[in-house]
């Protein structure tokens, strides 16, 4: 059985930041809250989404405000991302991952639809066992995806030599929850101040995630 990574796609491989701010500030607007910068953004943002709203509203959304922010976030979106680009190394890890005799897949909470051709223009698909997006609706957590997505690697992969490598907090408390370990990485949607509290490894780069994941599963 081979060591296997799980891969985040936004935020980790693909480094859409930017792009998330702006649609999540277009989003903001439309229930009359004002621009975040990138910082407060990273300082206040979680997952379930939904909840994110509560704190910035005092509130929970209404049905009718929910569809206005997710339609105007996912709008912005995608006028803003195709300016992105994957994270700097990202190529070299990959394929030294697996130029070790090691696996990986993604799983991303990005629409099914949307992020298969995505990865697929980056030259990246044959690098992964699979590739999963969202089913299902916006703004959940990413456990039940995890689990689905475990189940579907069936005998390629032992999720005690598995080590899920995100940007959120969620992605860790789906590892933790699949039986697999994690890592998580600052350069995305938290600070290190919010991940730290998880209690799985912190780094600051995919190469140290990547460094890690050997160890863990070793």
């Not at 992105?84 to 990202?90: I, S």
């Not at 959940?140 to 475990?150: D, F, S, T």
């Amino acid at each position: 059985m081979r060591n296997h990574i799980v891969w985040d796609w936004n935020g980790t491989l693909f480094h859409d930041m930017e792009a998330v701010l702006g649609a999540s500030n277009a989003a903001f607007a439309t229930i009359g809250v004002g621009p975040m910068t990138m910082q407060e953004y990273r300082e206040q943002y979680e997952v379930p989404i939904p909840r994110f709203y509560e704190r910035l509203l005092g509130r929970m959304p209404s049905p009718a405000e929910w569809l206005r922010l997710d339609g105007a976030f996912h709008d912005r979106y995608r006028e803003l991302s195709p300016a992105c680009d994957l994270t700097d190394g990202v190529r070299e890890l990959l394929s030294g991952w697996q130029e070790a005799g090691h696996s990986q897949s993604l799983l991303s909470m990005y629409e099914h639809e949307k992020l298969v051709p995505l990865v697929d223009a980056f030259g990246l698909t044959g690098t992964f066992l699979r590739v999963d997006g969202r089913s299902g609706p916006s703004g959940g957590q990413k456990g039940e995806h995890l689990v689905r997505h475990l189940a579907a690697l069936g005998e390629h992969v032992d999720p005690a030599r598995t080590v899920l490598i995100g940007d959120a907090a969620d992605d860790a408390l789906a590892a933790i929850g699949a039986g697999a370990h994690a890592v998580l990485y600052t350069g995305g949607s938290h600070t290190r101040e919010k991940l730290e509290p998880v209690g799985v490894p912190v780094v600051d780069t995919l190469a140290e995630a990547v460094e890690l994941a050997g160890r863990l599963t070793s």
